[in-house]
């Protein structure tokens, strides 16, 4: 394979690159000499499962394993202490050494269900920052100052605010570039949302001599289903990627079809040619939409369980949709007489809010024993019944 056609993979979808010129080299060096390169992710494990938008950077991680790098795949144990400040308008809580090593075990499971274990490093942060001591944590404060860490959007807003940022919040920054120096990382991966954190390991790699400064790729933020916000639990907009097998590949058969071609790109381990060749043949008819999507349920369901259940999976949803049957397998409630019916889809999880119930009752996406339902305002008596939210949400209750 060409390095031509290697940068071109590398360059999929992502949001932005800061020294191209580096990545092209390493990466050219390892197709004349073998030599691999290093790549940097690091994950805390502040929640204990993965979504399709996490699964981005793993995807192009794979793409890196394929020409040449070696992943450092680096669970924050240390840094999770803390909680990454990114993004967020208020100092996070801490979390207990348990937890976050109860999650990085749930973590390694998931990643290595995308990326190839024979060319990972699996490594903690706490192997070297427990070790880095008052003298080297001081010593680490001293390459930055407070008026270049306010120049960061998010503390810039709260101190503006006058919202409390803690010490340890401008410590965080710091420690994540140090992991870049610890390793020697020759490239670091992330969101968008992490481009301060990412420049830091250039700068520290500087500051502390190590013989390179590492190119960072940053990646998109994944839609969710909805195709306007982020995918996010809290939204219920996600595919989990320890979803069940039916619920991954019905999600992913409910995106439009524009947003199909951005999970594709994103998410898909077809290469650019056979994607493009793929929506031609759609745009062309010679292909259904339908097809596409699919071929796409087909293979992200399989990457996380297996090709028999991803066939069963389709079953499930030809069944359940094209025959407009209810599923047999519906988890059952027992809920208070009266209950409104906003709180009741919520407390059955069919709906993350009743504010979210609420719109959709009035989009009309809301049935009731498959009748479909307006009255926002309505109360549930005794009685059993089939809650439903658009096509593959189901609970059965029983109420009073």
Known sequence: MSIAVAMAEIERGIAEIIDLERIEKIVSRYYETGEPYYVKLGLDPTAPDLHLGHTVILQKLSIFQKFGGIVQLLIGDFTAMIGDPTGKNETRKVLDRETIKTNAKTYQEQAFK????????????????????????????????????????????????AQSISISEFIYPLLQGYDSVALKSDIELGGTDQKFNLLMGRHLQRSYSVDKEQAVLMMPILEGLDGVQKMSKSLGNYIGI????????????????????????????????????????????????????????????????????????????????KANQIPDDIPEFELEDGIWICKALVDVGIEPSTSQAHRDIGQGAVRIDQEKIADNKMNLSAGEYILQVGKRKFAKVKVG
């Open 114 to 161: 995308i990326l190839d274990p024979e060319k990972t490093e699996l490594v903690f942060n706490s192997t070297w920052l427990d070790a880095l001591g008052a003298d080297g944590m001081v010593q680490l404060t001293t390459q930055f100052n407070v008026a270049r860490m306010l120049e960061r959007d998010d503390f810039s807003k709260r101190f503006k605010g």
């Open 242 to 321: 320890t979803d069940k097998p039916n619920d991954i590949f019905a999600k992913i058969l409910s995106i439009s079809d524009e947003l199909m071609w951005r999970y594709y790109e994103l998410l898909s381990s077809l290469s650019l040619d056979k994607i493009a060749s793929l929506k031609s043949a759609v745009i062309g008819g010679s292909v259904h939409p339908k097809k596409a999507k699919e071929q796409l349920a087909h293979e992200i369901t399989a990457r996380f369980h297996n090709e028999e259940l991803a066939l069963v999976a389709k079953v499930a949803f030809d069944n359940q949709f």
